[in-house]
Structures are given as structure tokens and as C-alpha cells.
């Protein structure tokens, strides 16, 4: 299966809806800046590759109307056009920079006629969809060379397809590894609270034929200390200069767990995720999204699709040499518990 | 507010039907095994310490209008009616203590008529209800004697009233702790799939005037970095005699991230959690449920408290110290990351 997320189509971006998704698959026409706006702020487009297309193509929606006469007053509506863009969201650098490349482009073009500029504007877009698209292969590629054949790989939210053009980063090693004949097993975590991992994630991998797991976030710890897990693979929202990466909540979460259990912790991005202008990922800006996201499910839509494989063990077992003390009526017991635990309760 | 997860009143077991919570507080009246039966199955009551308090209630269910005259006629009644109660949940050591203890009971007391003995299991049962408020009480008392105020507090799944008969072992130790007079923050991670910490625990510590903020699990990791815990407290379901803990997924990766951060991380349990026969945590039986429960919503009932505080960044940022490698389509980029970041986005 072929998933087209961002595609520029007889002058609108034809985009999946990834709100739909994995119920439906439906496509929107935009040929509106605020619609793109709100399709990018409502999440139906998303990733921060994809955003990075989007907002481009944004920037020349925006744009290809205005009735300057003179770069002064062209650089005016482009200067608002990117600022109203860049409102949309905070965290993905490849939305920023992309906003800067294009508009990069049109100041280096001053010289020329502002039909001129516009047509070039139009024309660093569609260079960043493709150079997207080679972009996310090469990685993919250099990813795969990693991947053991018989491999399993867990994943978090979705850095497939639908996070960039039409292929992926961190899922895009998976289909690059599974190209060159290697066997690979992947979990994926549902990731809350939007569930894109539930949502978008197994749709997408299930789509390509890959044996996928579905699991919860709380999950992935048990399989890791199972060995279940051969390495984790991570997209990025945003990668400082000492390579601290802005990614999906949880993601910091499971490259603790993979510390933990001496797992590999891959992160697989674009340069334009980087951002060399953040000395480390403390500066990087993090997103505060509407609380109904954690206090409601997905919007009543189906939060995975049909068929998809689960693991789901009500319960883990901790291992007592991660336990403070155990605090029972009888007293606090504290280890050596095999010990104590006997004397305590013996009272 | 005064919960009462479980009581036995004009010969029926009224239980709060937790699968109907923050919805809606809704009373069962239980008079029969088999929808006892079904009701822990489909967690309308659950947690272990509550489960043992309603096994041994069952008992008595089951065996009350046995028509036994001899007591090896009895003694079949009794071990089918045990057996039967076993098969609902296999992994909280509770039920099966409070089965082994009823039944211990009978067979102390073969000697005696069977509507003796029956009165006898009858007694049993109420005893470990009145016992179960006291040792809540007790291990409360201990526990909170370990928490400072000021304390911001982590806790998993729900280890309060509604898990115990009326006060809780994990969320008993925090209403204790105010009860003396601690100032404390809660934050109740969900708990996905079942949302036990978003249904229950949340819905639980605001009804008791508790300070509480719901996250989805995926981000205790994050605010564990950024300093916001300062311990977490979980529930148990069985601990193996070397202190090895079964208790909610999720428990584990709790604990591994509270070890990566060194951040105090206790098990609050009474006696009848333990299980001395099992040398370690591989022994304990794991239930696994149905993958629905991950692939859908709950039930399209609420899932939180009205006006509940939530958290929900978008975001974390992962150190570069936990990423084995960031993978760009420029080649693979290991450590030192400030020093090969430059140099591989320069090629």
C-alpha cells in the first residue's frame, strides 16, 4: 500500500485527514491558508517532516495572492503569512525551518519581480516534498544497516508515512529493513494520550504487511525485561545541538527503560529536525495541549484497526530490588526482604 | 465522602459498581455466586485486598443453601464452590488466601454440625471485611509516617477505598498523611487500558479533597526529571517472599524510572498479599485479558472527574546520553554528539 500523506495537486495540498484514521481512510482538499491552519493545529496532518511540507506550501498559499508592487511591501504579507504559520505549533523545528528556507529564498530573490519571487516560492516547496521524500529513503537505509534480521522493535507515536511525505523515519528503517529481506517483529505503543501509535502506527504498518503488536505505554517495560525488545526506534520533533531530542511524551520514558535494560535507543531523523541553534534540550520549547485530550478517549472514533495483534498482561511484576520498602499493617519492611519479609510478618 | 467498596447488608454483598465510576456512583445488590462471579470478572469490583473480602463472602453464597448432611457431602460443596471462585481473576494472592482461609475454617471445625460450620464460614467472612479496614488503617499509619509534607506523590491504577473495603493500602497511607496533617500533591498516572488511575484514584482523591493531577502513564518519566515527584506509591496484587511485587502493569516501569531518578518507590500491601510459597516474581501467575480492552474505549463512559487537573505536554526531551545513535539521511550519528552532529550536517 502506498500512503500519500502530503501531495500538492492541482493548486490544493491533498492531505489523509489522520483525525479519521484508522476507521476511515479520507482525503482533504485545502486551498485555504486557515484551513491548512487549523487541519495542522487539529492534528489531521502531522509529524514534523510533514509539517515541514505543510507549512512551505502554506507559506506559498498564503502568499500567491498578495498585491505588493514592491518587495518591501511583498516581504510585509510574507512576513505575516510566517508568523501566522508559525502559531500553528511550537515544537517540530521542521516546520520553522522550512519557513525560514522558503522565505530564505525570497529574500535572496529581491532583485526579481514579485510574480517571480512567488513562482520560486512555489518552487522551494515542492523541493522540500521531494528532498523529503529522498531524504526519509536514505535514512531509512542507513536505519535498516542496523537492524539484525529476526529483530524486534518497538516504536512510539508515529514517524511512518504519515508523519512525512510518503515513507517515514523511524518506521522507514522498518520498511527499508523488511526491502532487504530482513525479518523484524515490531510492537507498538498506542501512545497517549492521542493514540497515534494505536491509531496511525499499526494501521500503517499493518497496511505494509508488517507483524505488529499493539500495546500500551505501560507496557513496554515488562517486554524489555522479558527479552522481547531488541531496540527501540524514536522519530523527532526537534534535536539540539548536543543532541538532546524533543520527541513525543513517553519517548524519554522508554530510552530510560532502555538504558535499564542495556537496549539500543535509536532516534531517526532529517537534518531539518535539528536545531544547532539550541545548545542543549532544555531550551527547547514544549508544547501544553487542551487537558480533554487526556480526560477523554480519542473522540469516540476507533482507536485501532480491526485484527491488530495485542499484547495486554493485567499485571507486571517488579523486581524487589527496586522496592524502597513494602509498607504493611505488621510495619515497614525493608530489604534484605526474603529476610525481613519472614521476621515481619511472623510478628 | 465515606466509600464503601464493599458491605454485607440484609444478606446481599452491595458493592459500588466501579465500572459505572466517575460517571456515576451505582450500587449492586449481590445475592448470588454467579453474578458475584461475573462481577469480579468484569472488575465492577476489583483491587486485591477488596477481592479477598468478596471471595470469602462467596463462599458463604455458595455454600449457604447446600444441602449437605454429612461433612465430606459439605466438603465437595465447599470445593466446588471454591474452585469456581478461583477461576475469575488469577493473579491477586488475596482471593485465594481468603478462599484458603474460609476453608480452613470448615475443616478445623468438620467435628461441628454443617449449619455450625456455616455460620462459622458466615463469621469468617464478616471477620476479614472488619480485619481489612484495620489493617488499611494500620499500614496507613506506618506509611505515613515516610511521607514529608510538601510531598508530591506518584501513584498507578487504584490502591484506595475502592480497592480495599473502605480506605485503601497506597492511596490510604496519602489520606492518613493528610489526616496528621501533611500538605501533598497527587499525581495519578491513568493506567491504561482499564483507566483505573483515571476512573478511580481520581475520581477517589477529589471526592476526599485531595490535590490531584492526571497523566497519562507515558509521562511520570518527565516529571520525575524535571523534579516533580518525590515518591511513588503502588498497590499490590501478590509479593513472592523475596518482596518480587505483582501488581498493575506499569508498576515496573514505575519502578525502573524511579530508580533511574532515585526517587523512593514503596508497595503498600497487607499480609494476605503475600505469597510465602513462591521464591521469586517468575512464579506469580499473570493474567492476560482480552485485547479489547486496548483496541477500544472504555465502554464510551467518561473516563475522568469533571474539572479533574490534568498535565499534558505534548513533548519530552530525551538526554543525549540515553541515545545510542540519532540516524539522518547524512549517515548515522553516534557520541560525542556536539562534535559529530557539526560534522556530519556539514558533509
Chains 1, 2 share one sequence.
Not at 15 to 28: A, V
Not at 158 to 167: Q, W
Not at 254 to 277: G, M, Q, R
Amino acid at each position: 500500500m502506498n500512503i500519500k500523506t502530503i501531495e500538492w495537486k492541482n493548486n490544493t495540498i491533498k492531505i489523509i485527514d489522520q483525525t479519521k484514521l484508522p476507521g476511515e481512510l479520507r482525503y482533504l482538499y485545502i486551498r485555504d491558508l486557515r484551513v491548512l491552519w487549523r487541519a495542522i493545529k487539529e492534528l489531521k496532518v502531522r509529524g514534523a517532516p510533514a509539517l515541514g511540507a505543510a507549512a512551505a506550501l502554506g507559506i506559498y498559499f498564503g502568499i500567491k495572492d498578495s498585491k505588493a508592487k514592491t518587495f518591501a511591501k511583498f516581504s510585509q504579507d510574507l512576513g505575516r503569512v510566517t508568523k501566522y504559520i508559525a502559531t500553528s505549533r511550537p515544537t517540530a523545528r521542521n516546520l520553522f525551518w522550512a519557513l525560514e528556507r522558503v522565505c530564505g529564498v525570497a529574500v535572496v530573490n529581491r532583485h526579481r519581480s514579485i510574480p517571480a519571487i512567488k513562482k520560486l516560492i512555489f518552487a522551494e516547496a515542492k523541493k522540500i516534498i521531494a528532498e523529503d521524500r529522498a531524504a526519509c529513503r536514505r535514512m531509512s537505509s542507513f536505519g535498516a544497516r542496523l537492524i539484525e534480521t529476526g529483530s524486534n522493535i518497538l516504536t512510539i507515536c508515529n514517524a511512518g508515512a504519515l508523519a512525512t511525505v510518503d515513507y517515514g523515519t523511524a518506521q522507514g528503517v522498518i520498511y527499508r529493513a523488511k526491502e532487504i529481506g530482513k525479518r523484524i517483529k515490531v510492537y507498538a505503543s498506542e501512545t497517549r494520550p492521542l493514540l497515534q501509535g494505536a491509531r496511525l502506527t499499526s494501521w500503517e504498518l499493518k497496511a505494509k504487511g508488517i507483524d505488529t503488536t499493539l500495546i500500551t505505554d505501560s507496557m513496554a517495560a515488562t517486554l524489555m525485561k522479558q527479552g522481547k525488545i531488541d531496540l527501540v526506534l524514536a522519530g523527532a520533533d526537534r534535536i539540539a545541538a548536543n543532541g538532546d531530542t524533543a520527541n513525543k511524551i513517553g519517548t524519554y520514558n522508554l530510552a530510560v527503560l532502555a538504558k535499564y535494560h542495556k537496549i539500543p535507543f535509536y532516534i531517526v531523523a532529517p537534518e531539518s529536525t535539528f536545531d544547532l541553534n539550541l545548545a542543549s534540550g532544555k531550551q527547547i520549547p514544549i508544547e501544553q495541549r487542551n487537558p480533554e485530550e487526556v480526560t477523554s478517549l480519542f473522540f469516540k472514533r476507533p482507536i485501532a484497526p480491526k485484527g491488530i495483534k495485542v499484547y495486554n498482561p493485567a499485571f507486571d511484576v517488579t523486581p524487589s530490588a527496586l522496592i524502597t520498602a513494602i509498607i504493611t499493617e505488621k510495619g515497614v519492611i525493608r530489604p534484605p526482604y526474603k529476610k525481613n519479609i519472614k521476621r515481619t510478618l511472623a510478628t
